[in-house]
């Protein structure tokens, strides 16, 4: 179903396509749809913050290019996503190295203690937990990742300080907002 017109009630979303049919009018000077289409879905996730299908409907339709082409692109790049993402992106290792050393064990705790699991987030968007195979830390393992942070030699016990570091992090940053 392509999008034809943005007869969208929310206001926020509805700027948010508005944005994104400015970003393909700018770039339309390429001539160049198929070539267009990496930089689109990066500006789509960018104001979504994920891939929405309506989106890829929207930049469907105004790019000319199947649906079926734009959710394949979007499917087997891991950068892009199709559900929202967590404010902060939890990844366990699960390289040869990091299971040997115990990170099983890490990652059952923070199964445990965000009580969500493998690929979800939690209903405050706050967390996700997913899985890597190597952090290149090999000898540091256990390696956990928040985000860009990087914990080593990491241990079930580790887990609740460093979540509550990042849960520390948003309540000051809503109490400065207000």
Do not use: W
């Amino acid at each position: 179903m392509a999008v034809k017109s943005l007869e969208i009630k929310d206001k926020e979303v509805r700027e948010k396509f508005k944005e994104i049919e400015r970003f393909i009018g700018s770039e339309h000077k390429l001539n160049d749809n198929q070539g267009m289409l990496m930089g689109v879905l990066h500006k789509t996730q960018e104001v979504f913050g994920y891939l929405p299908a309506e989106a890829m409907d929207l930049v469907s339709d105004r790019l000319g290019i199947p649906t079926a082409h734009i959710y394949g692109m979007a499917t087997f790049y891991n950068y892009f996503t199709l559900k929202p993402r967590a404010k902060y992106q939890v990844f366990m290792c699960k390289g040869t190295a990091c299971y040997v050393a115990g990170g099983g064990r890490v990652l059952e705790k923070l199964q445990e203690t965000l009580k969500i699991g493998l690929g979800e987030v939690t209903p405050d968007k706050m967390f996700g937990l997913n899985i890597t195979r190597c952090l290149g830390c090999c000898g540091l393992s256990p390696v956990m990742q928040v985000n860009e942070d990087i914990y080593v030699r990491m241990g079930p016990e580790k887990v609740n300080a460093i979540l509550d570091k990042y849960r520390k992090k948003e309540t000051k940053k809503r109490k400065v907002s207000k």
